[in-house]
Nanobody, 117 residues
Framework: QVQLVESGGGSVQPGGSLRLSCVASGFTFSRSAMTWIRQAPGKELEWVSAITVHGDITYKDSVKGRFTLSKDNAKNILDLQMNNLKPEDTGVYYC???????????RGQGTQVTVSS
């Protein structure tokens, strides 16, 4: 059974930083692509950053240069370092098994990120 538990969200001012973490279990993490997705209020789910099985990382254009994804296959942890946060980054962030929005929506319970002055 896939289990994904996110943490690290919070409220910050514009320009601030947060580090999200996702602890995975119930599947072979090292052999799985993983994605951070988010849902802003009133908007659809969107992918933010994704990593392939081979370790290739891609970012949504609006977060390039500000967000950094990392995957620790030894600890089954997926992190997202978010710097220079903007109000438009506000939303619930989820850790998802699989690449971007493809496939089953196996994700955790989410962690709230609020960027506001």
């Amino acid at each position: 059974q896939v289990q994904l538990v996110e943490s690290g969200g919070g409220s910050v001012q514009p320009g601030g930083s947060l580090r999200l973490s996702c602890v995975a279990s119930g599947f072979t993490f090292s052999r799985s692509a993983m994605t951070w997705i988010r849902q802003a209020p009133g908007k659809e789910l969107e992918w933010v950053s994704a990593i392939t099985v081979h370790g290739d990382i891609t970012y949504k254009d609006s977060v390039k240069g500000r967000f950094t994804l990392s995957k620790d296959n030894a600890k089954n942890i997926l992190d997202l370092q978010m710097n220079n946060l903007k109000p438009e980054d506000t939303g619930v962030y989820y850790c998802k098994k699989g690449y971007k929005l493809f496939g089953p929506q196996e994700r955790g319970q989410g962690t709230q990120v609020t960027v506001s002055s």
